[in-house]
């Protein structure tokens, strides 16, 4: 179980990355924490000055120390409630970056009365005292594992209330409508009706088309957020383990002239214009007797499924446009809902043009040479129109969190339900209960709805310190 964090506890915890720096931020929350600190620290230019008698958003220049020893020259900024971070006084004590002066710093304000802060509870905190919502507080999360500019957008967008000001409105639209529907219920003897059936109907499916849209931007929000996975696939020495160092730009996988050399699937991500791609070099397919080889076609054509683009790597001196009409049609086949990017690799044997003109009937190859390094570029630029196409039909309010997904699926079924009893002239009351099972799965989104178990799970995965 979580601790209460509305109790009057003092937290600490190292609110910069473990390991030596240049400095180091040591953060506390709590209502006594600022009296605390005064405990330990010395201003500089004013030794009589309190941090407890100065005002919010401010610096202090002077000396933390156990005693008459002093541990570091620091600065510490002091945030008073509500205007802080968690909506409680806070502190920041910026020291230098040395493991042995963090751990000490932490282990005095401990000494002193601070107890070390849980994974997420300055987040909790904040979620606690109002300062932000349940999404935003996971945003949070998102947005410190960030590792494109796609997905720090998306998850700054949430952080700043875009998913959760839109759960909003839908919530409060249900809510309008079932107090008329509580009203009915209050009536119930005068035969009355307060809701108009026609108008909710209306309401019920507006509401259904935007959940519907939210729950079908995940499949875009995911990728963001985890990285477009791209299956480098093709026949055996046809240079796809080559391509991926390049795109890589460094010697991931090993290279060799023998074939079936990759036995296994090789994973690794890079960034392409801000966007997230995660690379996944396959085993080569063709029929073999070797067992472990077979092994590797085997889970090839599964990354094929599970992947987003599948990027078909061939010789262009070792395959006829027939031959290729046959692969793309067993391609299309075991792909569904993934792009098929041809890329005809080793065109430094000969003139490009020749091969053009032999693949001519084809008309979204891109041809390159891993080995010379030859228009890789344009091959980078084909994968980001593909994100880029996929991206366009999906709403601003993207969804990158399964529980919101999952949540946002139940309310759409607990609206089909409604929908269905005003079709069937369902009674005010059995309305009334599906309404209620909407707004909670809404509420669960952003937090109206929560339980210890609920934050638990979420806070657990933060990182302590924030």
């Known amino acids: 179980m ?51 008698q100065a005002k919010g958003y401010t610096l202090h220049y002077g000396e933390i120390a156990d005693d008459q020893l002093v541990l570091d020259e620091v600065i510490v900024s002091v945030f008073l409630a509500p205007q802080s971070y968690t909506g409680e006084n806070s502190i920041e004590i910026s020291c230098h970056g040395s493991v042995f002066i963090q751990q000490q710093i932490i282990l005095l304000l401990i000494r002193h ?6 994974a997420g509870e300055f987040t909790l905190r904040a979620f606690m ?56 219920l209050d009536f119930g003897e005068e035969d009355v009706e307060f809701a108009n059936r026609d108008d909710l109907k209306k309401l019920i499916l507006s509401i259904q088309h935007i959940v519907q849209r939210l729950v079908q931007s995940f499949e875009i929000g995911n990728v963001i957020k985890n990285g477009i996975p791209v299956a480098i696939v093709g026949k055996p020495n046809v240079g796809k383990s080559t391509l991926l160092n390049v795109l890589l730009e460094e010697e991931r996988a090993i290279v060799s002239e023998i074939p079936g050399t990759t036995r296994d699937t090789i994973e690794d991500e890079i960034t392409i214009e801000g966007i997230l791609f995660r690379f996944i070099d396959t085993a ?55 792009s098929l990017l041809l890329v005809g690799n080793k065109i430094d044997k000969e003139d490009i043009s020749y091969t053009q003109r032999e693949f001519k009937d084809f008309t979204d190859i891109i041809f390159i040479s891993s080995k010379e390094h030859l228009y890789i570029d344009d091959l980078k630029a084909k994968l980001v129109a593909l994100f880029d196409s996929k991206a366009l039909n999906v709403s601003e309010t993207i969804v990158t969190n399964a529980r919101h997904v999952q949540a ?17 002239n369902l009674s005010g009351e059995l309305l009334s209960l599906e309404i209620r099972d909407a707004l909670q799965h809404l509420g669960e989104i952003t937090g109206e709805v ?13 990182c302590i310190g924030k």
């Open 408 to 424: 946002l699926q139940h309310t759409n079924s607990a609206l089909t339900k409604v929908f269905e009893g005003l079709n069937n």
């Open 129 to 184: 005292n109002g300062k932000i919502d349940l999404s935003q507080a996971e945003a949070v999360a998102d947005l410190i594992a960030s590792n494109s500019s796609t997905s720090h957008q998306v998850a700054m967008q949430q952080m700043r209330g875009g998913f959760s000001g839109k759960i909003k409105i839908l919530r409060d639209n249900l809510i309008n409508f079932a107090s008329l529907i509580e009203l009915e």
């Open 113 to 118: 009365g601070a107890r070390l802060a849980n």
């Open 2 to 52: 979580i601790r209460n964090p509305l109790s009057d506890d003092t937290i600490v915890a190292l609110a910069t990355p473990q390991g030596s720096g240049a400095i180091a931020v040591v953060r506390l929350s709590g209502k006594h924490c600022i009296k605390l600190c005064d405990t330990v620290f010395c201003n500089t230019y004013k030794p009589d000055k309190k941090l407890s």
């Open 450 to 462: 929560t339980t210890d178990t609920l934050l638990e799970n979420i806070f657990s995965r933060f």
């Open 284 to 338: 080569g397919i063709r029929k073999t007797t070797d067992a472990i080889e077979a092994l590797g076609v085997t889970r090839t054509w599964e990354k094929i499924r599970q992947s987003s683009i599948v990027m078909y790597v061939f010789d262009v001196h070792e395959i006829t446009p027939k031959e290729l009409t046959l692969i793309i049609g067993e391609m299309e086949e075991n792909i569904q809902n993934s």
